[in-house]
Structures are given as structure tokens and as C-alpha cells.
């Protein structure tokens, strides 16, 4: 298994500019989730999915859009890049059943916006 | 609000030292708590805590849960510079997602 991947693992945008991070898990699992992680912070909560054609907003949603169409891809959206949106980007999956819930992470996607 | 606390912040220990690092929790639904290791790029999966879990171990490793006081620590014993790292705590909530602590970034200096 591939686990969790994310692409492309650099980008540099431009202000006003658009750009979609892939994510792709092959491990089945039912939820993701999308996080960004300031320099010296800890990781904030984008989107998350429960399933495929389910999204909801996380803590930070503004200026982000996302979308499940299978159970495997969960790609995330940035209309108009400002640059508040410079950040390290990290993608997650989980299988929640029981008490059975760790977070698998892709490798990130840092993104800086000039 | 929901919020995970950890402390400290920051600790510089030398190798061999033990080291305990801090995280409570305010929360509203409490189902589990996670416990995660950062080093230059994603979290890696540590322990995670239940009611019905409350103390796991893995080599040097170690975390308990204190759901009276609503905390946990996580505790390495004879650190060495592998274990330079942040450490990131969140807790599950019912409400489908995690929240993350600010992290304890750890330096341990040969």
C-alpha cells in the first residue's frame, strides 16, 4: 500500500491565482481530511469527509473548497490565493469503527503565495 | 470551544535525560486521545488513549491518560536525538474530527 499521497509537494502561486491539492489513500478508509500547519503551530482542520459525496466545514474553511466523489480521492480547492494561505498542507485518512480511529498522513504540500 | 493544551512549549534536554510532556484537554465529547511524533515532515502515529486503553507503552515510550483531570502525558525515557521532534497531541470527538494541540517541540542534544 501507497498509503496516503499527496501532490505536488512544492507549489508557488501567485496572488488571485487557483490551484487544487490531490490526495489520494488506498487503504479504504472511510474518512479525510484536509489540515494546514502554520510555522510553529499546530495542524488546523480544513474539511474533513465521512464518506464519499459527504463534506463538512473544519475550523479554518474560508478561501478552500473540497469534494468526494470516490472513497479514495479527496482533492482540495483554492479559488483565489491570498497569502494567509502560505502553509504546509497535510492530507489525512482514518477508518473509524469502534474505538478504531488513528490518522494516517500524506508527506504535505508546501504552498507559498506571493 | 474545544481546545487541547500542551506544555511545554519548547524543551532542550541532553541524551539520556527522561522527559515528560504535557496535554489537556476541554472538551465537550471525548472519545479518544492521540498522541503523534513530528519530525521534518508528516505526523507519525504514537499511541492512542480510550477509556478502555489508559496506558500504552512502546519502548522508551510511554502514555497515560488521566480522564479525571481530562490530561495525559507522554513520557521517554533515556531520550536520545532521534527523539528530537514536535510532539503533537489531539483528542476525537464525537463530532467526526480531531482537534490538535499547539505541539512540544523537543530538542535533545548529544
Known sequence: ?114 | EDKVVQSPLSLVVHEGDTVTLNCSYEVTNFRSLLWYKQEKKAPTFLFMLTSSGIEKKSGRLSSILDKKELSSILNITATQTGDSAIYLCAYDNYGQNFVFGPGTRLSVLP
Open chain 1, 1 to 114: 500500500n501507497a498509503g496516503v499521497t499527496q501532490t505536488p509537494k512544492f507549489r508557488i502561486l501567485k496572488i488571485g491565482q487557483s490551484m487544487t491539492l490531490q490526495c489520494t489513500q488506498d487503504m479504504n478508509h472511510n474518512y479525510m481530511y484536509w489540515y494546514r500547519q502554520d510555522p510553529g503551530m499546530g495542524l488546523k482542520l480544513i474539511y474533513y469527509s465521512v464518506g464519499a459525496g459527504i463534506t463538512d466545514k473544519g475550523e479554518v474553511p474560508n478561501g478552500y473548497n473540497v469534494s468526494r466523489s470516490t472513497t479514495e480521492d479527496f482533492p482540495l480547492r483554492l479559488e483565489l490565493a491570498a497569502p494567509s494561505q502560505t502553509s504546509v498542507y497535510f492530507c489525512a485518512s482514518s477508518y473509524r469503527a469502534g474505538e478504531r480511529n488513528e490518522q494516517y498522513f500524506g508527506p504535505g504540500t508546501r504552498l507559498t503565495v506571493t
